[in-house]
């Protein structure tokens, strides 16, 4: 019983600063810029039915193919905060996008 109740709170603890994340397109800049710096680059999935690789062009794709994909937005169709993700997850990967077009330009 002790174990049940344990894994409530984590679960809840989860749900809350999953729910928590701001989801802004200041916030997604922010992100991106902190990991451009840090050199931690990835493209976010975000999504209802799909997960998509928000803001990433068809011509894109070779530019961020080796990039690692990240799945912790909120996602889903049932999840009120994924329209927000999606839009979170398009100008994250645009400035990772932009970042990366410009080094190769240099």
């Known amino acids: 019983m002790l174990r ?3 894994l409530l709170l984590c679960l809840g603890m989860a749900v809350t600063s999953a729910s928590a994340r701001d989801l802004s397109a200041a916030a997604a800049t922010r ?3 902190r990991d451009i710096s840090a050199g931690r680059m990835k493209i976010y999935l975000a999504g209802t039915e799909t997960p998509l690789e928000s803001g990433v062009e068809p011509r894109d794709r070779t530019l961020v193919a080796q990039l690692p994909r990240d ?3 909120p996602m ?3 999840e009120p905060r994924a329209g927000a993700a999606i839009d979170y997850a ?3 990967n645009r400035c990772i996008i932009r970042h990366l077009r410009s080094k190769k330009s240099e």
């Open 4 to 6: 049940f109740v344990a």
């Open 76 to 78: 889903g169709c049932t």
């Open 31 to 33: 992100e991106a810029q």
């Open 71 to 73: 799945r912790s937005l």
């Open 90 to 92: 398009t100008v994250y």
